[in-house]
């Protein structure tokens, strides 16, 4: 049923907008990053318990769905909500989804003028832990399904799922499990959200899955504790010397992976021509490209977005703060896989023990911390371009398609688990500074988020069934 030529599409644009140029959405977001809900952190239980009980359950209640708090399956990890919003259990049914934790605020690293559990504005950035993951961007949907709410009279024309963790920046705990044990409750049609970057602050972006990650650790303790480097040097094993060794036979100087169980199949053209050409830094706030590392042969498109690759994020052997004459007597490296589509994650303990054992490391220990699949949606499903229709007709712009995100979100949860088609219209761009000091939100990609989301919301309304029926059984 269509609304009114007075209840227009461009009003409930128009309204979003307004929502941001009022100061209204700044004064909620405020209230929400001052919620210290770091998921790292024990002593802010509370915080995350409140985030779901007193932030986000009024405000769904207040927009006419019903709600639920539920325990976590794994125990000791925080609550997950479930709200739904059905007007006709006949008609279309979306699912959303958010996460209110936060990383450490790092409080002391800021630059003046900034903090994390505060939001200020400096040059067009919105500051504050959160801002940009992801309580900025779940605060811009909500934000634009109320507008849409508004000028439709209360009824949006589908109905509507949403479930929030507190727990992502941890890797998730409880979220696969629960989504398996309340699938019937979170049984939907289709799958929007939004987290992670655009491809750049001024492309509107989709993504349809994420690379998946598995972070492992390689150690390396002798028994010998920490010797004298000259009394003992040359005659006992120092295992930082083998932990090198054991890296570059795994990547090479300029990151091209080495071991064959690393590397992916080959980049489909579908995919290439997708990601092959996009624009990839360059711009004043982002990190220095260097067009020689990685795997040889492609673009900084297809690297990023259709390739794994295998980085070292914390290395470990004596001290170079405080340096002694001694050989360490134990060296580690925590490492994390990112992957596409096709990788055999789940053996990589196997794979990776054979290896070493075949390189001569066999003391070398392999300890997997924990991993998510990779997901991907093809780009030729319906769902696919009616958001990218839908979006570009609010912002007047192409968008940016990518088959996957270059980073991990628990995606697998929705596409696999739930067996839903994904589509991810991220509101935050890749320079954000998410999870490090000065994390920030751009006011220009919430102004264009909050038509983005209302435009959607309001298209689906008024197409649901239509698509419905193009929809692959």
């Not at 002391?108 to 900025?136: F, V």
């Not at 949006?156 to 479930?163: D, E, M, Q, S, T």
């Not at 750049?200 to 972070?215: I, N």
């Not at 579908?270 to 260097?290: H, I, M, T, Y």
Request: charged share 20%.
């Amino acid at each position: 049923m269509s609304i009114s030529s007075a209840c227009s599409r461009e009003h409930a644009l128009e309204l979003a907008a307004r929502h941001y140029s009022s100061g209204a959405f700044l004064q909620i977001l405020d209230r929400r990053v001052a919620q210290r809900t770091e998921s790292q952190n024990p002593d802010c239980s509370a915080a995350l318990h409140a985030y779901l009980y007193d932030e986000l359950q009024p405000v769904l209640l207040g927009m006419g769905f019903s709600c639920r708090i539920i325990d976590n399956p794994q125990a000791g990890k925080p609550p997950l909500l479930l709200a739904e919003r059905i007007e006709d259990p006949a008609l279309l049914t979306l699912l959303s989804y958010g996460h209110g934790d936060v990383t450490s605020g790092q409080d002391e690293l800021w630059q003046q003028g900034t903090a994390p559990w505060r939001t200020s504005i400096k040059d067009g950035r919105i500051y504050g832990r959160g801002t940009a993951d992801n309580k900025g961007q779940h605060s811009i949907n909500l934000a634009a399904l109320d507008a849409v709410l508004q000028v439709r009279q209360g009824q949006l024309g589908f109905n509507l799922k949403v479930i929030f963790e507190m727990s992502e920046e941890v890797g998730s705990p409880g979220l696969e499990q629960a989504c398996r044990e309340h699938a019937e409750a979170l049984s939907a049609d289709l799958f929007l959200a939004s987290d992670g970057p655009r491809v750049r602050h001024d492309l509107p972006t989709l993504f349809l899955g994420s690379r998946g990650v598995c972070q492992f650790r390689l150690s390396l303790d002798t028994g010998n504790g920490s010797r004298h480097s000259g009394n003992w040097g040359g005659i006992i094993t120092n295992p930082a010397i083998v932990m090198g060794h054991v890296l570059a036979s795994l990547v090479s100087a300029s990151g091209q992976l080495q071991a064959d169980f690393l590397r992916p199949a080959p980049i489909s053209e579908s995919v290439s021509a997708l990601v092959r050409d996009l624009p990839v830094g360059g711009e004043s706030f982002d990190p220095q490209l260097n067009l020689q590392w990685g795997e040889p042969g492609l673009s900084v498109g297809e690297k990023l977005f259709g390739c794994n690759t295998l980085e070292v994020v914390g290395m470990s052997a004596g001290s170079t703060v405080k340096v002694i004459g001694a050989i360490p007597g134990r060296a580690e490296m925590v490492c994390q896989l990112r992957f596409v589509q096709g990788t055999d994650w789940q053996g990589l303990a196997d794979n990776l023990r054979r290896h070493l054992d075949e390189q001569g490391f066999t003391e070398v220990q392999v300890q997997i911390d924990g991993g998510y699949a990779a997901t991907r949606l093809d780009p030729a499903h319906p769902w696919v371009g009616f958001v990218s229709r839908s979006v570009s007709t609010s912002l007047g712009e192409p968008v940016s398609i990518l088959p996957n995100l270059g980073g991990t979100i628990p995606n697998h949860c929705f596409a696999d688990v739930l067996g839903l088609p994904t589509v991810w219209l991220p509101h935050s761009y890749p320079s954000c500074k998410q999870h490090a000091p000065d994390e920030h939100l751009l006011e220009s990609i919430v102004e264009q988020g909050l038509k983005a989301a209302a435009g959607l919301f309001w298209d689906l309304g008024e197409q649901a069934q239509a698509l419905r029926a193009r929809l692959p059984a």
